[in-house]
């Protein structure tokens, strides 16, 4: 059996659950690992970092070389449609990627995920991220309504994604990649998403097999 050791907050962990459950990847065990676990990262591939696949004795890390791999484990007849660049968003995201990450880094260690089970974990999670962010969660938090406006902005200025429901119900290789930090983006109560970006997001997740977090919004 081969394993897929992942943080179930991970945005490139996200990318290779997609492909994995899309393809069908048969006799795959999903490990979640508590975000202060180095020892078990660094045992595999002799660093900090997830996703890890171990398949045959060898653990690779890099999400998109897992995902490539996985894509020929899988179903042949289970397609992925080629990268269109005109759908590619990250040129949007990047430019405001501090934005989403205070939106969603004091969010998600606190809706009930297994990276999170134990205080250490959450600490371990919030002394890295904020540091990165220049500020504490609390902060993060008190200025929401600011960065929920410069999201908003971007996520109604984004290029049309194709569903996929307009194509045989299938995903696409840009579907991999946009919808992990959109998927974070559904952490954030009220956060206005346009009604077709909304349906995409909710189409990929059923047919990828992943999970969005409005219900759960904070």
Not at 48 to 56: G, L, S
Not at 92 to 104: E, Y
Not at 157 to 175: H, K, M, R, V
Request: glycine share 4%; aromatic share 8%; net charge negative.
């Amino acid at each position: 059996m081969s394993r897929l050791y992942i943080y179930d907050h991970c945005p490139f962990c996200v990318r290779v659950q997609l492909v994995a459950h899309y393809k069908r990847v048969s006799d795959l065990e999903q490990v979640v690992l508590l975000n202060d676990d180095e020892e078990s990262c660094r045992r595999l591939i002799g660093k900090k970092m997830v996703p890890i696949f171990e398949h045959q004795g060898v653990a690779i890390g890099e999400s998109m070389d897992i995902a490539r791999l996985l894509d020929d484990l899988g179903e042949p007849d289970r397609k992925i449609r080629p990268l269109q660049l005109s759908e590619a968003i990250q040129p949007w995201l990047q430019p405001v990627q501090a934005h989403s990450q205070a939106l969603s880094f004091p969010r998600v260690t606190r809706i009930g995920m297994a990276t999170f089970a134990t205080e250490s974990a959450r600490e371990y999670f919030r002394g890295k991220k904020e540091a990165l962010l220049g500020c504490s969660f609390e902060q993060a938090l008190a200025e929401t309504e600011e960065h929920k406006a410069v999201i908003e902005r971007v996520l109604n200025e984004l290029p049309p994604l194709t569903l996929p429901s307009e194509q045989g119900n299938t995903l696409s290789w840009n579907d991999v990649m946009n919808f992990p930090p959109l998927q974070y983006l559904t952490l954030v109560k009220d956060l206005a998403f346009p009604p077709r970006l909304r349906r995409w997001l909710q189409e990929v997740a059923e047919i990828g097999g992943v999970e969005l977090y409005f219900d759960r919004a904070i």
